[in-house]
Nanobody, 128 residues
Framework: QVQLVESGGGLVQAGGSLRLSCAAS????????AGWFRQAPGKEREFAAA????????FYADSVKGRFTISRDNAKNTMYLQMNSLKPEDTAVYYC?????????????????????WGQGTQVTVSS
């Protein structure tokens, strides 16, 4: 399995930006689809963005499309989520996940399988 550590969360005003990072260690990170999910207080975890193993394909939830950008640097074993134009409703704990299957697509990652490897999460709070 791969160990994942998220960072970059914090408190930001509405309209501001944050960049989350997900650092991977352990097994090979390159070539495996990965994604970002979030869970707000009292709500179920939801999909935010996903990226294919080589970073060619991306997929976004409608709620973040046009504001968030997912990317990855396989040489650094790191995935990123650039979040712009943040809204109070973006407040949540953000988790990164990496598929354990080599042929998973970015779209497949929207499921948020418990069989994937998951990080511990980083808190993002957007004030109005």
């Amino acid at each position: 399995q791969v160990q994942l550590v998220e960072s970059g969360g914090g408190l930001v005003q509405a309209g501001g930006s944050l960049r989350l990072s997900c650092a991977a260690s352990g097994r090979t990170f390159s070539g495996y689809a990965a994604g970002w999910f979030r869970q707000a207080p009292g709500k179920e975890r939801e999909f935010a963005a996903a990226i294919s193993g080589r970073g060619v394909s991306t997929f976004y939830a409608d709620s973040v499309k046009g504001r968030f950008t997912i990317s990855r640097d396989n040489a650094k074993n790191t995935m990123y989520l650039q979040m712009n134009s943040l809204k109070p409703e973006d407040t949540a704990v953000y988790y990164c996940a990496v598929s354990r299957q080599p042929f998973t697509t970015a779209h497949d990652m929207t499921i948020g399988s418990p069989d994937d490897d998951w990080g511990q999460g980083t808190q993002v709070t957007v004030s109005s």
